[in-house]
């Protein structure tokens, strides 16, 4: 295993680690930077993501082609890392959840059609997504092979019936990834398909309350009923929807992780700066034994966590499919 980071992905690192730092950073401490879910305001992300734009840090994990910098698995690791000791920063560089994922699985088996029509808004920042697979009981949840949604063939379209839920980013979406059932085969049974937000034919039921800051568009519960979705927009063929999943999935738990991992530094660092200044018993936290015990502890968790992710992250860059690591 190799995990020595070239001079190319240092220089994205220090670049967006200054960033970071003096742009995102300053900001979290003002209430009007949030909106009511705990978000960086859109007027706000709007003028940060001009500047990151302007700084040559956007879409980091595209190929240069698709406009992004081609950094790999593993220079994604390392620049996520940076990107997210800012609660605001991974949306600012177009590197968020959901869209980072779809954008990587349109990049990965869209026609240059679909990748023109779909991809190319998303990347360019003009448009936010979201990927519908999640399902109330008894459908799918984590195992997609639960499907229940149905999408029938009529002639040169398809007919969406059923219903989805916990859908990242719904509420703002306006692509969507949906994957679907097409047939009752165990594995070929599943279609992934593309449809924009203004097609009739389906429904956001609710918003669903989680814990934490949410991401734009909240956690929602869609309902299909009727919506018609052209030939032309079947993602990778027909019958194939788990192997897209398998692509969307795969490397989108990784980047959570990544990203939580520049996360878990700041809490750290915040932890480590309190313990300094903070005195009782005429002793700073920070000199006392169980303190130090508990410090040292998180830090390396977060060691242990790094080299995890940058190992999958070397499998995949490999061609591997890095099954049991990104799990």
Not at 127 to 148: C, K, L, N, W, Y
Not at 248 to 270: Q, V, Y
């Amino acid at each position: 295993m190799d995990f020595e980071i070239s001079p190319r992905v240092e220089d994205y690192r220090t670049r967006v680690a200054a960033f970071v730092e003096r742009e995102l950073l300053p900001l979290e401490a003002d209430r009007t930077s949030y909106d009511a879910h705990g978000n960086i305001a859109l007027p706000l992300l709007d003028t940060m993501r001009a500047k990151a734009r302007a700084a040559g840090l956007w879409c980091l994990q595209l190929k240069p082609e698709t406009g992004g910098a081609g950094l790999g698995k593993m220079g994604m690791a390392v620049a996520y890392e940076e990107m997210n000791r800012s609660i605001f920063g991974p949306v600012v560089f177009n590197s968020a959840a959901p869209d980072d994922g779809n954008m990587m699985v349109l990049e990965a088996l869209g026609t240059p059609e679909q990748k023109e029509r779909w991809l190319k808004p998303i990347v360019e920042g003009k448009v936010r997504s979201a990927f519908a697979m999640t399902e109330p009981h008894p459908g799918g949840g984590s195992d997609p092979s639960m499907i229940q949604t149905k999408a029938e063939r009529r002639g040169d379209k398809y007919i969406v019936s059923g219903r989805k839920w916990f859908i990242t980013g719904a509420e703002e979406a306006r692509h969507f990834i949906l994957v679907a059932r097409t047939s009752d085969d165990p594995r070929n049974g599943l279609t992934a398909f593309l449809f924009d937000a203004d097609q009739p034919g389906w429904r956001i039921l609710r918003r669903i309350e989680i814990m934490g800051p949410e991401e734009h568009g909240g956690h929602c519960e869609l309902e299909f009923d009727g919506l018609e979705i052209p030939v032309e927009n079947v993602l990778a063929g027909e019958g194939r929807g788990m192997k897209v999943t398998q692509v969307r999935l795969g490397p989108a738990r990784l980047t959570h992780c990544m990203r939580w991992l520049g996360l878990s530094k700041r809490c750290i660092e915040i932890a480590q700066a309190y313990a300094a200044e903070r005195y009782g018993f005429c002793q700073r936290l920070a000199d006392r034994e169980s303190i130090q015990l508990k410090l040292g502890d998180l830090a390396m968790r977060i060691e242990i966590g790094r080299l995890l992710v940058m190992k999958a992250a070397w499998e995949l860059d490999r061609g591997g499919f890095a099954r049991k690591e990104v799990s």
